[in-house]
């Protein structure tokens, strides 16, 4: 490690082709990807924090969709102006020399930092007792609630500034009882979530709660590995205090939208009980999903399954592409999915893109076979899919939907 420290220029790292922004393929034996990751670690300060948040967040800008508020008289209010955040970048002259990778990354993070401040004044001064309207961007947006889709979607914001989505069918012809807790991918949010939450909702007949990290859309502070574990936390918490009150609400639909006969209401599920929730991780979302996946089954109080969707092993295992590391830099990985899922005490589904070209399936392949055998199900290795579009189309989503429903079919 002091070797490699001894690299004091920065257009030493320029070779790796800001690779670590991109997280290009770098076999973990490379000299310069270990520099890089280390060189930044230096540059933090040693923040194990503040190199995953610039290396491993990335949220959209602008956010695909917005919030209305309205106060306790049903009033709209103004909406906040767009915070802007003025860089170095946007002042350079075309002559000026091009910044180096680090230098971009750490002044991604300290943006980051910078937003978040600005939208922790705004929930400092904002009036209480609001209610929130999500108005989603195209092509995004879906029409919630139609005769094709009995959804019904409330729109939350809860500790911390995050903003959340609970979907919730209309009719439940399958009297099921089951919450998903949707932990979405990297460079999306609630908008890009969207038409997925609402097809889940409609076909799984289970509730499905969405969120946004922590700086992410219009959630508040910055995003980082410690924010997302606290975020998926407050939601599970969320789910068990306040959603069966929101599942024995009475609901009021106009006839032309029932389409399934003799149709039952939404059974609640029983408050508290973590055997009706199921975790649900996209991507890095898969982060958030196992670290609490293993902090519950620790405590005996195991969810009732965890569904990863194109998960990986560990993020610095995806940045080298190696499912081995050496020990100058497994002090910085994050997201350590292959060991939190070790202490998986339910069932497990994972599905992933033969043709993955983002996350290698191996990263799957390994997770699998890291689960206890006791909770391991069938894998679903999609052919002829990537990353991003498992879902894309409606066959797709018809063979997804089916494979979805088949796991949930043998739960208790």
Same mark, same amino acid.
């Given at each position: 490690?002091?070797?490699?420290?001894?690299?004091?220029?920065?257009?030493?790292?320029?070779?790796?082709?800001?690779?670590?922004?991109?997280?290009?393929?770098?076999?973990?034996?490379?000299?310069?990807?270990?520099?890089?990751?280390?060189?930044?670690?230096?540059?933090?300060?040693?923040?194990?924090?503040?190199?995953?948040?610039?290396?491993? $967040?990335?949220?959209?800008?602008?956010?695909?969709?917005?919030?209305?508020?309205?106060?306790?008289?049903?009033?709209? %209010?103004?909406?906040?102006?767009?915070?802007?955040?003025? @860089?170095?970048?946007?002042?350079?002259?075309?002559?000026?020399?091009?910044?180096?990778?680090?230098?971009?990354?750490?002044?991604?993070?300290?943006?980051?930092?910078?937003? &978040?401040?600005?939208?922790?004044?705004?929930? /400092?001064?904002?009036?209480?007792?609001?209610?929130?309207?999500?108005?989603?961007?195209?092509?995004?947006?879906?029409?919630?609630?139609?005769?094709?889709?009995?959804?019904? !979607?409330?729109?939350?914001?809860?500790?911390?500034?995050?903003?959340?989505?609970?979907?919730?069918?209309?009719?439940?012809?399958?009297?099921?009882?089951?919450?998903?807790? $949707?932990?979405?991918?990297?460079?999306?949010?609630?908008?890009?979530?969207?038409? %997925?939450?609402?097809?889940?909702?409609?076909?799984?007949?289970?509730? #499905?709660?969405?969120?946004?990290?922590?700086?992410?859309?219009?959630?508040?502070?910055?995003?980082?590995?410690?924010?997302?574990?606290?975020?998926?936390?407050?939601?599970?918490?969320?789910?068990?205090?306040? %959603?069966?009150?929101?599942?024995?609400?009475?609901?009021?639909?106009?006839?032309?939208? =029932?389409?399934?006969? +003799?149709?039952?209401? *939404?059974?609640?599920?029983?408050?508290?009980?973590?055997?009706?929730?199921?975790?649900?991780?996209?991507? #890095?979302?898969?982060?958030?999903?196992?670290?609490? !996946?293993? /902090?519950?089954?620790?405590?005996?109080?195991?969810?009732?399954?965890?569904?990863?969707?194109?998960?990986?092993?560990?993020?610095?295992?995806?940045?080298?592409?190696?499912?081995?590391?050496?020990?100058?830099?497994?002090?910085?990985?994050?997201?350590?999915? *292959?060991?939190?899922?070790?202490?998986?005490?339910?069932?497990?589904?994972? %599905?992933?893109?033969?043709?993955?070209?983002?996350?290698?399936?191996?990263?799957?392949?390994?997770?699998?076979?890291?689960?206890?055998?006791?909770?391991?199900?069938?894998?679903?290795?999609?052919? +002829?899919?990537?990353?991003?579009?498992?879902?894309?189309?409606?066959? &797709?989503?018809? &063979?997804?939907?089916?494979? =979805?429903?088949? $796991?949930?079919? @043998?739960?208790?």
């Amino acid at each position: 490690v002091t070797k490699l420290l001894t690299f004091k220029r920065l257009h030493s790292y320029n070779c790796a082709h800001i690779s670590i922004i991109y997280i290009d393929r770098m076999c973990c034996c490379c000299p310069q990807g270990i520099q890089a990751i280390i060189y930044l670690w230096c540059r933090s300060g040693c923040s194990k924090n503040a190199v995953a948040s610039a290396l491993s $967040f990335f949220p959209p800008e602008p956010p695909h969709y917005n919030i209305d508020s309205y106060d306790k008289d049903g009033n709209l %209010l103004p909406a906040p102006e767009p915070i802007k955040i003025t @860089t170095s970048e946007d002042d350079s002259s075309e002559g000026s020399e091009k910044k180096s990778p680090v230098k971009m990354i750490m002044e991604r993070h300290h943006n980051f930092r910078e937003k &978040a401040a600005v939208k922790r004044e705004r929930d /400092k001064n904002e009036p209480k007792d609001l209610t929130y309207k999500f108005v989603c961007s195209e092509p995004f947006d879906i029409p919630l609630p139609t005769a094709a889709n009995n959804v019904e !979607l409330k729109t939350v914001k809860i500790e911390g500034g995050i903003m959340a989505n609970v979907y919730r069918p209309l009719r439940n012809y399958k009297g099921v009882n089951k919450v998903i807790l $949707f932990s979405h991918g990297n460079a999306t949010d609630l908008g890009g979530t969207h038409p %997925l939450a609402v097809s889940l909702c409609k076909s799984t007949c289970c509730t #499905v709660v969405t969120y946004d990290y922590s700086g992410y859309g219009h959630s508040g502070s910055f995003p980082s590995v410690t924010n997302t574990y606290r975020d998926v936390e407050a939601l599970y918490d969320y789910c068990q205090s306040n %959603l069966s009150d929101v599942l024995k609400e009475e609901v009021h639909i106009e006839e032309s939208s =029932v389409s399934v006969n +003799n149709a039952v209401p *939404v059974p609640p599920p029983k408050k508290g009980s973590p055997s009706n929730i199921i975790l649900y991780g996209q991507s #890095v979302g898969s982060g958030p999903s196992c670290w609490l !996946l293993s /902090k519950l089954s620790r405590k005996r109080k195991p969810p009732a399954a965890l569904i990863l969707h194109c998960p990986f092993t560990s993020g610095i295992r995806l940045i080298t592409n190696s499912q081995e590391l050496p020990c100058c830099v497994k002090l910085l990985d994050v997201f350590d999915n *292959v060991k939190n899922i070790q202490h998986a005490k339910c069932p497990v589904f994972i %599905l992933h893109g033969i043709k993955d070209e983002e996350v290698d399936i191996r990263h799957s392949l390994a997770l699998q076979e890291a689960v206890p055998e006791t909770y391991r199900r069938e894998p679903w290795w999609v052919p +002829n899919r990537g990353h991003n579009d498992i879902t894309e189309g409606n066959a &797709a989503m018809a &063979a997804y939907i089916i494979k =979805v429903n088949e $796991f949930l079919d @043998t739960l208790d």
